[in-house]
């Protein structure tokens, strides 16, 4: 039986003040919760999350990582430094970092080697753009983002890590897959990985994100290969987030 998940991505938002009232109101709300709750702020304020979350259930997560262990690579982060401020999650490809900061499938995979290598859970993000749905590429797509991490880091490398589904088309757009639009994809995802080894790909957790809502998320979460969220927009204010953490437990 997997666990559900549901993870906040804060994207670029927030301030010291605001981070610290959001975080406060989800770890009172969310310490009975049965599913998994994480959050990835920005990186500047993960220190001092970690520092509230310390007597939480809640875990830690970034929203991006370097590709390099360490070294001249002014302005970016290493995976090394994201588990000594307290990091679990850390997000490789995310759709904004795919499509504005050109990180291609091969960036991708070396940023999961990256997260995995130093003992941290990668959250790889994959999904399709609206034309590429509407041309029937999802499915080679989504392989070809599998395909990337799992030639390069073996599909051992999943056990630690969680999958997110978001099509592109779904995020912060307002337009939410179909609950049988989400678990067709997560299928294809379980039945590719099963491909190469059935034990991981059934306990593998595969989250959607896109849009999710109070008022979507209990339908989505109740498909069979539908294990939780990632929640961009929502994420923001506690009362929507708690109750889309509700929406995970039985
Ligand atoms: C996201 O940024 O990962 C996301 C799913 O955003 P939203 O929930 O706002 O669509």
Redesign the pocket.
């Known amino acids: 039986m997997r666990r559900k998940a549901v993870i906040g991505?804060w994207?670029m938002h927030g301030s010291r003040a605001d981070n610290a009232a959001l975080i406060e109101a989800i770890v009172a709300g969310a310490a009975d919760s049965s599913a998994e709750c994480a959050v990835c702020p920005p990186f500047v304020y993960l220190h001092e999350m970690a520092r509230l979350l310390r007597d939480s259930a809640i875990v830690l997560g970034a929203q991006n990582v370097c590709a390099e262990a360490q070294g001249a690579y002014t302005g970016e982060v290493s995976a090394a430094m994201l588990k000594d401020v307290g990091c679990h999650y850390v997000l490789v490809g995310?759709s904004e970092r795919r499509t504005l900061y050109g990180e291609d499938n091969a960036l991708v995979a070396r940023k999961f080697v990256a997260v995995h290598s130093r003992g941290l859970a990668p959250v790889l993000c994959v999904g399709e753009t609206l034309a590429e749905r509407e041309t029937n590429q999802t499915q080679q797509v989504i392989a070809a983002q599998l395909d990337a991490v799992v030639t390069l880091c073996g599909i051992q490398s999943l056990e630690q890590a969680v999958v997110a589904y978001?099509p592109v088309w779904?995020?912060?757009t307002g337009h939410t897959a179909t609950p049988q639009q989400a678990q067709d994809v997560h299928a294809f995802i379980r039945q590719r990985l099963a491909g190469q080894d059935a034990k991981i790909a059934a306990e593998l957790r595969i989250l959607y994100?896109?849009?999710?809502k109070t008022g979507n998320a209990r339908e989505l979460f109740a498909m069979s290969d539908v294990d939780g969220g990632?929640?961009?927009?929502?994420s923001l204010k506690a009362d929507e987030f708690l109750a889309i953490l509700a929406a995970a437990q039985p």
């Open positions: 991505n994207k995310h978001e779904a995020i912060g994100g896109g849009s999710v990632l929640i961009g927009g929502a």
